[in-house]
């Protein structure tokens, strides 16, 4: 089992910056990537961001050269640090964990979610 909370979300101005934090726990030994996704009203759910643990990174067109997902192994914990926010990103952001299970299936956790508002 993995656990995760995210934090830093907040009414943003255009132009500024952020930086989401989530921290992990439980079986962070079994875990095989972190990501960021984000779901505006009446939308689906979008990947932003995805950092693997052989330190692969995949970031959406969308935000491609804005945001920049990392982590520190130490603390157990994901970022998301976004620049220049535009209105569009306005949306409910959810770390997300693919960890493996004792049968060496591949299962997701998710948080419960930080919004960001962007809005001037």
């Known amino acids: 089992q993995v656990q995760l909370v995210e934090s830093g979300g907040g009414l943003m101005q255009p132009g500024g910056s952020l930086r989401l934090s989530c921290i992990a726990s439980g079986n962070i030994a079994s875990i095989v990537a972190m990501g960021w996704y984000r779901q505006a009203p009446g939308t689906q759910r979008e990947l932003v961001a995805v950092?693997?643990?052989?330190?692969?990174?995949n970031y959406a067109d969308s935000v491609k050269g804005r945001v920049t997902i990392s982590n520190n192994n130490a603390k157990n914990t994901v970022y998301l640090l976004m620049n220049s926010l535009k209105p569009e990103d306005t949306a409910v952001y959810y770390c997300?964990?693919?960890?493996?299970?004792?049968?060496?299936?591949?299962?997701?956790?998710w948080g419960q979610g930080t919004q960001v508002t962007v809005s001037s």
């Open positions: 997300k964990a693919e960890a493996y299970t004792d049968t060496l299936d591949v299962r997701a956790y």
């Open positions: 950092l693997t643990r052989d330190g692969l990174t």
